[in-house]
């Protein structure tokens, strides 16, 4: 009876028995808490110390959700709608379809893969750029769990293939958490390791164009716009202008001071300043972009309690001992063991980053104790870490393409999102990460 085992499995059956899923992890964190031994006291103090963790995230969240509607406002993104149209041409024949289907989806990877490396803005970019494709997606009939696989496909597999960016402090992580707990590695050992890992990302994408590829209708809803702002989008030269300043400063703030909340603050600021949005609507536009991002910004604070008190049980350690008695000097089950484990604890915490200081502290003396490389310990830290990532209720993988896609209540976050990306990255990630481990 363990206390991470007891409330992921418990989150996830009743995320996928469609109970709400901040509801679902205030049940999995107090079972996962009396199970751990922390008592009723003991259980609502770690979740009220932890939930303080999740606060930054949500205010990211809301604060995004206010810039985008604020974006949406200007006129911009219909601007972009229909530049995109432009470029896809007609869509009168099964030919032209295909085009515009393969350039919509090869832009929205792009801009996801970017995310993580070349401008490391994260999940910033999704609420400027999803909402506004929707009316493109569902003309196309494009399957909405296809471009939430590709969105996270973009989030999880640059930081784990590429050392730049996100994937320079995801490498980093794992190099030091290995070095200290006594061997010592490199960050190009790392990068090599991680390399058939990510392929595994590879064939999930693959194999969601296939699974997705069919049409699926979706209605056609308007996005929630304020009404004092309805009808009041203009193609000016001047407005789209000082649009794209401000969500180039508003990228460039957060880079900067490495804060969403900062950025999408400049952003806002310059459309103010500039009377691109009117302050009589300020207000409007705010609340309804928070409310837009706010069952985001909750399952970010539930999550953030969940996390902390499964952590105070001290159960990770006793899942990694279990395991570990479980291989009996067999390096191909404890290697798969080790995938589990790690795949279990990600998708409790929701965060890749936060796993791998967790795990590398057991993971590594076991690992060398059973004869495994360098290489391969590097491999099984990384990927055991990684694993998770997509497919968890409570992970900005899934959360971010959720807070885009669902903006006019059509996608689902469990079923469109969760199930989709568990199922296509997951397996084949632990496949691979298990090859590695096995042939380094």
């Known amino acids: 009876m363990n206390a991470v085992v007891i409330g992921v499995v418990l989150v996830l059956i009743l995320s996928l028995l469609r109970v709400n899923v901040v509801f679902s992890l205030i049940c999995g964190a107090l079972f996962g808490g009396l199970v751990g031994g922390l008592g009723m006291d003991g259980t609502l103090t770690a979740f009220t110390d932890g939930v303080g963790g999740g606060a930054e995230v949500a205010l990211s969240y809301a604060m995004l959700g206010g810039f985008a509607v604020a974006i949406a406002s200007t006129g911009l993104p219909e601007a972009m709608v229909r530049g995109i149209i432009s470029i896809s041409g007609k869509k009168d024949t099964d030919y032209s379809k295909k085009r ?6 090869i832009l929205i990877l792009i801009m996801a893969c970017l995310s993580q490396n070349a401008i490391p803005v994260h999940i910033a970019f999704i609420p400027l ?20 696989t590709i969105l996270t496909f973009g989030l999880v597999t640059p930081y784990m293939a590429l050392p730049i960016g996100y994937g320079e402090i995801f490498q980093g992580l794992v190099a030091s958490n290995i070095a200290s707990n006594g061997l010592e590695v490199t960050a190009n050992q790392v990068t090599k390791a991680m390399i058939l890992p990510a392929c595994g990302m590879v064939v999930g994408l693959l194999i969601a164009l296939i699974t997705y590829r069919k049409p699926r209708v979706y209605e056609k809803r308007e996005l929630p716009v304020p009404e004092e702002v309805k009808d009041k989008s203009q193609f000016k030269v001047r407005t789209l202008i000082f649009s794209i300043l401000a969500i180039v400063a508003a990228l460039s703030v957060q880079i900067w001071t490495d804060s969403m909340i900062f950025g999408a603050l400049a952003g806002i600021i310059i459309l103010y300043a500039t009377g691109t949005v009117k302050w009589k609507e300020a207000d409007a536009i705010l609340t309804n972009g928070m409310r837009l991002m706010a069952f985001i910004g909750f399952v970010m604070i539930a999550a953030s309690g969940f996390a902390n008190v499964i952590g105070e049980t001290g159960d990770v350690e006793g899942l990694v001992k279990s395991a570990a008695n479980a291989i009996n000097g067999s390096q191909a089950l404890g290697a798969l063991l080790m995938l589990v484990v790690g795949l279990l604890v990600t998708m409790g915490i929701g965060s890749s980053f936060s796993t791998i200081p967790v795990i590398a502290t057991i993971f590594v003396p076991l690992a060398a104790e059973l004869g495994f490389s360098p290489l391969a310990i590097i491999a099984l830290v990384g ?11 409570a992970s900005d993988s899934t959360l971010g393409p959720t807070a885009g896609l669902n903006a006019d209540g ?14 296509h ?13 096995m042939i380094l």
Do not use: K, M
């Open 425 to 437: 990255y997951n397996l084949p990630v632990i496949g691979l990460g298990w090859i590695a481990a």
């Open 129 to 148: 750029l999803i909402p506004p494709l929707l009316s493109i997606l569902n003309d196309l009939q494009i399957d909405r769990r296809l471009t939430a």
């Open 100 to 105: 515009s289907r393969a350039l919509v989806l």
């Open 410 to 423: 059509q996608h689902n976050h469990i079923w469109d999102s969760v199930v989709p990306t568990f199922l």
């Open 383 to 393: 990927t055991a870490g990684a694993l998770g990532d997509a497919g968890s209720p």
